[in-house]
């Protein structure tokens, strides 16, 4: 157990629809990622959040949002939803990202969202 | 651009054999080199980082080498077992900057027994 606790494990919606990707990271960990897996595509990095503030962003859609809260736990909003945004969502945590030490990330189990 | 390869093609080898996984990097310079496992519709799980000073690494049955000038890490696993099955990403953490670790799309390893 990483410690990192992603919710729900699984979600089936139709197309156009929105939906939140829950994650609560290691306790003590101020800095959370957001990565999205799929076959063709690997392990692509959405967005970091660090204690609250957006930090970096990756190849995140303007149909998706992310957002850190006061308690660290973060949410992964998926608007507008297409067939292709079928994928494994990832939530990872780590201790921050300025770190010049142990910088490697714990990863939650994941969402698999499923687009219909 | 950046890119960061690993072999699409599973890796087959024997229990007891060395299983040896290579990840080769261009158009970047890593601080770090994370290598992760990730087991089938699961997370990935850290297993060892090797920063860009050092030459090679070691953890119980697992050793990492990275060579910043061939740009590639190999990742050995010795005295294989049927649970080392698993996919293993590498995973590049770029000096400066936000330290985002950005992954390789992993190497499939299957041990038989």
């Known amino acids: 157990d990483s410690g990192v606790t992603q919710t729900p494990k699984h979600l089936i919606t139709a197309t156009g629809q929105r939906v939140t990707l829950r994650c609560s990271p290691r306790?003590?960990?101020?800095?959370v990622y957001w990565y999205q897996q799929s076959l063709d595509q690997g392990l692509q990095f959405l967005i970091q959040y660090y204690n609250g503030e957006e930090r970096a962003k990756g190849n995140i859609l303007e149909r998706f949002s992310a957002q850190q809260f006061p308690d660290l736990h973060s949410e992964l909003n998926l608007s507008s939803l297409e067939l292709g945004d079928s994928a494994l969502y990832f939530c990872?945590?780590?201790?921050?990202?300025?770190?010049?030490?142990?910088?490697?990330?714990?990863f939650g189990q994941g969402t698999r969202l499923t687009v219909v | 651009s950046q890119k960061i390869e690993q072999n699409s093609e599973a890796l087959n080898i024997q229990e007891g054999k060395t299983a040896t996984l290579t990840c080769n990097y261009t158009n970047y310079s890593p601080a770090y080199l994370q290598w992760y496992r990730q087991d089938p519709g699961r997370g990935p799980v850290f297993l060892l980082l090797?920063?860009?000073?050092?030459k090679e690494k070691r953890k119980e049955r697992l050793k990492v080498t990275f060579d910043t000038t061939l740009k590639q890490s190999l990742f050995h696993i010795t005295a294989s077992q049927p649970a080392d099955s698993a996919t293993y990403l590498c995973a590049l953490v770029p000096s400066g900057g936000s330290y985002i670790p950005t992954f390789g799309r992993g190497t499939s390893l299957i041990v038989h027994p």
């Open positions: 990872a945590s780590s201790v921050g990202p300025l770190s010049g030490g142990r910088t490697e990330a714990f």
């Open positions: 090797i920063r860009e000073n050092e």
């Open positions: 306790s003590g960990d101020l800095s």
